[in-house]
């Protein structure tokens, strides 16, 4: 006899997004997020379209500047003279003032309370006494709640959006790099929208680490709860790379909470074409029931530290997803450290390497070379996929060392703090290299920089026999 389950959608208010209700009691909603020049018009249009006849249901664009937030209008202009309705989202980074353009013309603006008021992270500790502390979070308050009244005006909802990577000094040297911190960026601006009577609010807390992103939103979720506060959830781990295993990984962090009722809207984010994010989020949302279904009957058998699944499906991409979301709660909480999958229709090596990739992306037990890298967008200051195959092509034999390949500045040297090194785009054509959160190499032409890191993880003593010519 089945165990019974104990999946419960968490109760949320709703945000209303253009024509798109979010949370409540309507669906999990399925986003992606363009990877063109947000300047182009035209390519953005195409892109979105794309994702959206996969089944995107809000399509968000990067803003790094005023001209994007105002050449949003022609976009948004040219999706509706195409008869799509699909709301759109303004991503704003470091200039909050244009935030302040992108809600004239957006269905939604997300924001990204890191670097939205407080200067860019650069690792520094800095000392506050309470007093100007206080005085800290009263510059957020003179910043945005005219922004607040914009989007009350245009009816623009918002995300507050904290990402670990981007989390500000101010919040680093008070909190730490802890769950408490990230909650707490996120909780100082919720409590403005309170005030102020603003509904239309989404909340993500993502981070490239899935046990430190489902930490959070869980300790976000209780948070909110004490401070009477529901608003709905976005769910996502960020720079979860590409392929099966970014897809293993996104599976793993975004299922977690999906099985715990957790989670109004999700994006899985891979370094690949954005249309290729959403029928893996489709399959995700399609399963919460069954593999909340699954970890609980799992869990009730947990014999010698070992998690085991047992699984019918004969097609192994949901066969991946759904083994990894049914066992990512189980392995993030340490409730066990070893995994077995037993599937009639594959055999056992194959099944083996899925346990440990998933092992991999829960933090137990690393077996193969783990890639950090963001999935791009227009922000992007180089060909993305092209480097991460060649950086694959001459690493991928280094068992357990973490490398970051970030498209640009924005998150770039904060989730790389959990790799051993980092490729970042610093300006067009140019490459800044890190060593931890050390950056050790700044500004090389784009066609040197492979070969450069290559040296630099040569001169830090490690095993490199298998290392191959970048060019290959």
């Known amino acids: 006899m089945k165990k019974a389950s104990s999946y419960r959608r968490r109760p949320s208010s709703v945000a209303m997004v253009g024509n798109v209700a979010i949370g409540g009691d309507n669906p999990v909603r399925i986003q992606s997020m363009t990877t063109t020049n947000t300047m182009d018009t035209e390519a953005c249009v195409e ?36 008869g799509y309705t699909t ?21 939604k603006v997300r924001v990204n309370p890191g670097n939205y008021v407080d200067p860019g992270r650069t690792f520094k500790h800095l000392e506050y006494t309470d007093e100007e502390y206080a ?38 040297s008070r909190y730490g790099d802890t769950p408490a911190g990230i909650v707490e960026s996120c909780m100082e601006f919720l409590r403005i929208c309170r005030r102020e009577g603003f509904a239309d609010v989404v909340i993500s807390i993502k981070a490239s680490n899935t046990v430190v992103m489902v ?16 608003y709905p959830l976005h769910l996502g781990v960020t720079e979860a790379g590409e392929g099966e295993d970014g897809r293993i990984k996104s599976a793993v962090g975004i299922g977690a909470l999906l099985t715990e009722g957790i989670g109004d809207t999700i994006r899985v984010s891979l370094s690949e074409e954005p249309e290729c994010e959403i029928p893996v989020a489709r399959q995700l949302t399609a399963m919460i029931e069954e593999c909340a279904q ?8 947990i014999a ?3 998690l085991h699944l047992h699984l019918d499906d004969t097609d192994w991409p949901t066969l991946q997803l759904k083994a990894a979301m049914a066992a990512g709660a189980t392995l993030i909480d340490r409730k066990a450290h070893q995994l077995v999958i037993e599937a009639p229709a594959f055999d056992e090596g194959r099944l083996c390497e899925l346990a440990d990739a998933i092992l991999q992306a829960a933090r137990i037990k690393f077996t193969k070379t783990e890639y950090i890298s963001c999935p791009g967008c227009g922000r992007t200051l180089y060909n993305l996929q092209q480097t991460i195959a060649r950086i694959k092509a001459a690493t991928s034999h280094l068992v357990g060392l973490k490398i970051g ?14 790799a051993d090194y980092g490729y970042v785009g610093a300006a067009r054509g140019k490459i800044s290299l890190y060593r931890g959160k050390e950056c050790v190499m700044k500004n090389i032409p784009e066609e040197e920089a492979v070969d450069r890191l290559l040296e630099i993880i040569k001169a830090n003593n490690l095993s490199t026999r298998q290392l191959v010519n970048s060019s290959t």
Request: glycine share 8%; proline share 2%.
């Open 47 to 82: 892109q979105a379209i794309r994702i959206i006849e996969a089944g995107g249901e809000l399509v968000r664009l990067t803003t790094q500047g005023t001209r994007e937030a105002q050449n949003m209008k022609n976009i948004s202009d040219g999706l509706r003279a195409r």
């Open 135 to 172: 005085e800290e979070l009263k510059k957020i308050e003179r910043q945005f709640v005219p922004f607040l009244n914009i989007c009350k005006e245009h009816h623009t909802a918002i995300r507050i959006g904290v990402n670990h990577g981007s989390l500000s000094d101010r919040i680093m």
């Open 294 to 301: 699954l970890r609980t009957e799992a869990e009730g058998t």
């Open 405 to 418: 390949i970030m498209g640009c500045i924005v998150n770039g040297p904060g989730e790389m703090a959990d």
């Open 304 to 306: 010698d530290d070992t």
């Open 87 to 107: 709301p759109l989202v303004a991503d704003v980074h470091f200039n909050a003032k244009v935030a302040d353009v992108a809600a004239l013309y957006c269905e």
């Open 215 to 230: 930490q959070s939103v869980r300790l976000l979720v209780q948070t909110m709860d004490k401070e009477d506060m529901h």
